[in-house]
């Protein structure tokens, strides 16, 4: 029903700059919020940041605080997480997901997203 495809990971050294996009398609009508999270090797999921897709609330991990802003063009369908002060320990495969039935319990929660992208490969070196 919804389809999501990211792009925009790379290779950085600490201290660097990434910006992922995620681009929605398919019944994107019904996407009420739109996440980022993320996993290391050897790592659980990590919720990094969400924003809902009709207002202008947003969410982020603790340690994402202060470096790292979520933002959507709704027009184009797409959120988009610029990822600044980047150090190695942001290194991991990062997953947009959308889900049309969050709210302020579930956002962190990876279970609650139903759609998934494949996931971008962000590697930060020393």
């Known amino acids: 029903q919804v389809q999501l495809v990211e792009s925009g990971g790379g290779l950085v050294q600490a201290g660097g700059s990434l910006r992922l996009s995620c681009a929605a398609s398919?019944?994107?009508?019904?996407?009420?919020?739109m996440a980022w999270f993320r996993q290391a090797p050897g790592k659980e999921r990590e919720f990094v940041a969400a924003?809902?897709?009709?207002?202008?609330?947003?969410y982020y991990g603790n340690s994402m605080k202060g470096r790292f802003t979520i933002s959507r063009d709704n027009a184009k369908n797409t959120v988009y997480l610029q990822m600044n002060s980047l150090k190695p320990e942001d290194t991991a495969v990062y997953y947009c997901a959308a889900d049309g039935g969050i709210t302020i319990a579930t956002v962190t929660h990876d279970r609650a997203y139903r759609y998934w992208g494949q996931g971008t490969q962000v590697t930060v070196s020393s």
């Open positions: 398919g019944r994107t009508f019904s996407i009420a919020a």
């Open positions: 924003i809902s897709w009709s207002g202008d609330s947003t």
